[in-house]
C-alpha cells in the first residue's frame, strides 16, 4: 500500500507540473500604478595584465530599486524606476580599495525610465533626473543601461509546455566612452520544472549559451579594439499566473583582449567572473 501511495504522488505531482506548464503564452503583468521592489547584486572578479603589470579587482553592487508602471500601450510598459540602495564594495589595493564599501548617495531618489515589451525586451532607458557618473561606478563596470537593460528575461511568443526551449540570437550593441562593442548571442532559454517561491506556483527557467564580443573604438588618442567571449550559465523563476519575475541566478564568464595603437600600444588581458542575483521583495 505504501508504494502504491508514493508512486501516486510522484505521478500527481508529474501530471500536476504538466498542466500547470502546458499550452501557455507567458508574458510580464505589471498593474498600472503598482510599486514592486526588487533587490539586486552583483558580484565580479576581474584578473588581468595591463602595461606590463598584473592586476585583480573584486567588486560587489547592492542595489534596491522601485519599479512602477505607468500601464501598457500597444504591448509596451512605460515603467519608472527609483533607486532606493546602490552601494558598492571594492577591492583593489594598488589604488587604494582594500574592501572599501561606497554608498552611492548621489543615486538614492533618482529615477530613470525604461520602456519594456510584455514579452521583457528593453527598447529605451532614459534618466529623469540627472544622475553624475563616477569613478567608483566605472571601475565597478555598472550604469543604470547596464543595469536595466537585460534585467529581466526575454520572453518568446510562442505556447511553452514543459521542456520548451527558445533562443537569443538577435546581436546587441553597447556604445560607451567612444566605444562601440557588439554581443554576438547564442542563448538558449528551456523550461525545466515548477517551484513555489514568494507563495506563488513559478516556472524554472534555465539559461545557458555564449556570447562573443567584438569591439571598437578610440579614447584618449588611441585606437582600442575588443575581443571577447562570455559564457552564460543561469536559473529564473517565473510566475506565469502573475507575469513577474520573482527570482533570477546567473554566471558569466568572460575572457577578453583588449589592444591599443597610437598614443600608447599595447595589450590588456582579462578574464572576469560575474554572478547577478535578483530578487523581488514585495
Known amino acids: 500500500m505504501l508504494l502504491k501511495a508514493i508512486k501516486f504522488t510522484v505521478i500527481s505531482i508529474f501530471v500536476f507540473s504538466h498542466i500547470l506548464i502546458?499550452?501557455?503564452k507567458?508574458?510580464?503583468k505589471f498593474e498600472k500604478g503598482r510599486d514592486y521592489k526588487y533587490s539586486t547584486s552583483i558580484e565580479s572578479k576581474i584578473e588581468g595584465q595591463a602595461m606590463g603589470q598584473e592586476f585583480t579587482l573584486t567588486s560587489t553592487a547592492f542595489v534596491d530599486y522601485t519599479i512602477n508602471s505607468k500601464g501598457l500601450n500597444e504591448n509596451v510598459y512605460n515603467l519608472t524606476v527609483t533607486f532606493d540602495k546602490f552601494d558598492i564594495k571594492i577591492n583593489l589595493p594598488m589604488m587604494g580599495f582594500n574592501d572599501s564599501t561606497i554608498s552611492m548617495k548621489e543615486y538614492l531618489g533618482k529615477r530613470v525610465k525604461v520602456a519594456l515589451t510584455d514579452l521583457g525586451k528593453t527598447l529605451s532607458i532614459d534618466p529623469i533626473d540627472t544622475i553624475q557618473p563616477s569613478r567608483i561606478q566605472s571601475?565597478?563596470?555598472l550604469t543604470p543601461n547596464e543595469l536595466f537593460?537585460?534585467?529581466l528575461l526575454q520572453l518568446p511568443n510562442?505556447?511553452?509546455d514543459v521542456n520548451s526551449s527558445w533562443k537569443n540570437d538577435s546581436p546587441d550593441t553597447t556604445s560607451r566612452r567612444g566605444m562601440k562593442v557588439i554581443s554576438k548571442q547564442n542563448i538558449e532559454m528551456k523550461v525545466v520544472g515548477v517551484e513555489k517561491e514568494l507563495d506563488l506556483e513559478c516556472w524554472k527557467i534555465s539559461v545557458s549559451g555564449v556570447n562573443i564580443l567584438e569591439g571598437s573604438g578610440s579614447q584618449q588618442g588611441n585606437d582600442i579594439t575588443i575581443d571577447g567571449s562570455n559564457k552564460i550559465n543561469g536559473t529564473v523563476l517565473f510566475?506565469?499566473?502573475e507575469g513577474l519575475l520573482t527570482s533570477s541566478k546567473t554566471s558569466v564568464e568572460s575572457d577578453?583582449?583588449?589592444t591599443f595603437t597610437?598614443?600608447?600600444?599595447?595589450?590588456?588581458?582579462?578574464i572576469i567572473n560575474t554572478t547577478s542575483k535578483t530578487t523581488l521583495l514585495k
Request: charged letters at 15%.
Open 256 to 258: 577578453m583582449t583588449t
Open 262 to 270: 597610437g598614443a600608447n600600444t599595447g595589450a590588456s588581458t582579462m
Open 139 to 141: 571601475m565597478a563596470n
Open 239 to 241: 510566475a506565469p499566473k
Open 26 to 28: 507567458i508574458k510580464y
Open 158 to 160: 510562442k505556447e511553452l
Open 22 to 24: 502546458a499550452g501557455q
Open 149 to 151: 537593460k537585460n534585467l
